[in-house]
């Protein structure tokens, strides 16, 4: 469980977290989504006791960070994957790693094979991995402890296809087991395909916080595609029906039920060879209709 209360950081006059709020819940996958600057690092290292809050508080399992005795055995953190050891190969940073948490240095050789650097890669330096070897180095730092909570920063950046598939099967694996995670991106999609919960975040504030199906649902809005685009539109305009264009050309995302959107093409005469509920583009809408709902200027 991670707890986050009212969590604010200053920088001068620059407000970067802003009254945050949420809960991790055991079995679950929260993804913290918001855009690059939104403030996704600075709260996860505020929770790690990295970056001290000018306000608020959190704790992992009713405890804050700093507290923690052997906080390794209890929360796995995954920040800044750049920041390993060139000098060291991925085998003994993971050994090392055990030495300090009083892990079974078996321990080292599963989760060198659980995050596919197994020989030759285990024995290679650090410094010679892509930015991609290194966040499955990170991950199984993370996970070398056996910890209850994860709490990870963008895991999928840099990864091929097939390593963004296994990460995901790994976080889901660790959260049907009972596992709390706490993952962040600035990628709707890679949240969407593996979070149960998403906290939304822009520009240091929560715009948006609930179940991953909940969101979806009240995202409402309607995907429709017209035999003329152009007199589709006309009939939108017409019925005062919100829209705006989406891929592929011609098509329409409307903020509106389907059967409006029917009538009123209808009412037009307009042929739909598509009307169905968006619910993936709804979604991505409400992502951008949030960010871009939030004041340019926070805390000023
Ligand atoms: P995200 O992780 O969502 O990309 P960050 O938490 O890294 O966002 O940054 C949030 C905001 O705080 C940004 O505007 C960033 O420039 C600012 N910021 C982060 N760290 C510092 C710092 N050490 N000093 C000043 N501003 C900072």
Known sequence: MITVEHLTKRYGEHVAVDDVSFRCEPGTVTGFLGPNGAGKSTTMRMICGLTPSTRGSSAIQGVPYRQLGNPGRHVGVLLD??????????????????????????????????????????????????????QRLGVAQALLG????????EPTSGLDPEGVYQMRTLLRDFADR????????????????????????????????????DLLTTSGGTRVVGLDPVALRTALVAAALPHRPADPAGAYLVDAPAEAVGRAAAHAGVVLVDLRPAEHEGLEE??????NSVPQEIGS
């Open 146 to 153: 056996d910890p209850a909570v994860l709490i990870l920063d």
């Open 286 to 291: 409400m992502f951008l209709s949030l960010i």
């Open 81 to 134: 994957a750049a920041a390993q050891h060139a000098g060291r190969s991925g085998r003994e940073t993971l050994a090392l790693c055990a030495r300090v948490l009083d892990v079974d240095r078996a321990r080292v050789e599963e989760l060198l094979t659980l995050v596919g650097l197994s020989d030759p890669a285990a024995k290679r330096r650090v410094g010679g991995y892509s930015f991609g070897m290194r």
């Open 178 to 213: 009972g596992g709390t995670v706490l993952l962040s991106s600035h990628q709707l999609r890679e949240i969407e395909a593996v979070a149960d919960r998403i906290v939304m975040i822009a520009k240091g504030r929560v715009v948006a916080d609930g179940a991953k199906g």
